[in-house]
């Protein structure tokens, strides 16, 4: 596949390959309509059915990524397979990996604070949505054209069910030079302190040009990360000193927050900052819509019918949610969303990426009730309707489910993810 050029899905050209890990080849792609560049990453099915695991870690991977759409994370465009390989369809991001730049030397301070606070955006997002990275290192940190970061490789990255009874995470993963010491003690941990941590890290190595924590022999790379042993170079300025000092704090409660680091005089130095994550996400669309986006999930799902079902695609762990499927156009779907929503007095906003947003009047138990619901074409006479909670009490959401749904019947050919085997439609037919 290196030397030869292929046609994906008839959607995509692939090209020369771009990097390989143990599991996935990466290449570059390029969109037949519209010629805009991409990183189409290829893992092979066999490899994935092999490892124990593995199988769930790519489900995780996929569910992640979008939940996590933000400016300074690479983009997850759309998941397609083969009965042989799984594609990821990505951004395609021009500028190669900050640790290009850190490998040459240290950065002006004035880059090296560019380049922190887009890190610290991206992540103070992915931990609004319950997404620990564990994996932050400049080799994951991208830069596009433009000289913007974007965080890249989700593989390792933790969601709210992983975190065990006692209110933590327990699997030991990171790059060693990087993890919080209290990933290295075996003990449990906190994934969204732990990153703030690894991002302590990575300011260091902007500033110095080399890591804090560095010895041949491992152990004692440990003990000095056990410790917090570093030494500042002479060029860092006071107040670079003063946030190094308070990002690689060994106790992790006494860390410092994104929140505290967003206030920091260094921080807020000579910077303009971009829309808070919650502006990003609810951006309103002025432009009509135009389709909504695909999600090749119907071949996706049958390529992996041996022992590899990916069925919860649009099923998001993290949210309280319903999923459904319709034959009818994804204007039809919006348009009725938002009829039966308002009849039901709810405040309804629809966008141009084939969105429904929809917010209750009334204060509820835990503020107001919220939700969306997002429409993927996955055939073109076939559509799956994400409808998911984003803020509010689970009762109450529950109660407005069993509202809507028999008021959305017309355009539901299946509901799935609830709890009934299953959904018996009005025609006699059965469907799962």
């Not at 560049?37 to 569910?63: C, F, P, T, W, Y």
Request: glycine share 6%.
């Amino acid at each position: 596949m290196e030397e030869e050029r292929r046609v994906l899905f008839g959607k995509y050209e692939m090209g020369r390959l771009l990097g390989k890990g143990t599991f996935a080849k990466v290449y570059y792609g390029k969109e037949i309509i519209g010629g805009e560049s991409v990183a189409i990453k290829v893992i092979n099915k066999d490899h994935v059915l092999k490892r124990q695991g593995m199988m769930e870690q790519i489900k995780r991977e996929i569910s992640i990524m979008k939940l996590v759409r933000h400016p300074n994370i690479v983009e997850l465009k759309e998941v397609m397979a083969t009965k042989t390989k799984i594609f990821f369809v990505m951004e395609f991001v021009r500028g190669g990996e900050l640790f290009d730049k850190v490998s040459k030397g240290k950065l002006h301070e004035d880059a090296a604070r560019r380049y922190f606070h887009q890190l610290i955006s991206a992540v103070d997002f992915c931990h609004s949505r319950g997404v620990s990275h564990r994996d932050l290192k400049p080799e994951n940190l991208l830069l596009d054209e433009s000289g913007d970061l974007k965080i890249s490789d989700f593989g390792l990255s933790a969601l709210p069910e992983q975190i065990l009874h006692d209110g933590l995470l327990h699997t030991q993963c990171g790059t060693p030079a990087y993890v919080a010491p209290e990933v290295l003690r075996k003990k449990g941990y906190d994934g969204a302190k732990a990153d703030i941590w690894s991002c302590g890290v990575v300011l260091y190595a902007l500033l110095a040009g080399c890591l804090p924590f560095r010895d041949e022999n491992l152990m004692n790379m440990y003990r000095k990360i056990f410790r917090a042993d570093f030494e500042f170079p002479p060029w860092f300025s006071p107040e670079s000193r003063r946030l190094v000092s308070k990002l690689l704090v060994v106790d992790p409660d006494r860390r410092i927050s994104v929140a505290e680091i967003m206030r920091t005089p260094w921080l807020r130095e000579s910077f303009n900052p971009p829309p808070l994550a919650f502006e990003i996400d609810d951006r309103e669309e002025t432009e009509p819509p135009v389709s909504p986006k695909v999600f090749n999930a119907f071949e996706f799902i049958s390529s992996m019918s041996s022992g590899f079902d990916l069925s919860s695609l649009f099923q998001s762990e993290r949210k309280v949610q319903s999923v459904f499927t319709s034959r009818s156009s994804a204007t039809e779907i919006m348009e009725k969303i938002e009829t039966v929503t308002k009849e039901m007095d709810m405040n309804v906003k629809t966008t141009k990426d084939f969105r429904v947003k929809v917010e209750g009047k009334a204060e509820g138990r835990k503020g107001r009730l919220s939700m969306t619901a997002e429409v993927f074409e996955v055939a073109p006479e076939m559509s799956v309707v994400e409808f998911c909670k984003s803020a509010g009490d689970t009762l109450e959401y529950n109660r407005f489910y069993e509202e809507v749904r028999p008021a959305l019947n017309d355009i539901v050919w299946s509901w799935h993810g609830d709890n009934s085997a299953v959904n018996q439609k009005p025609d006699g037919h059965v469907t799962g």
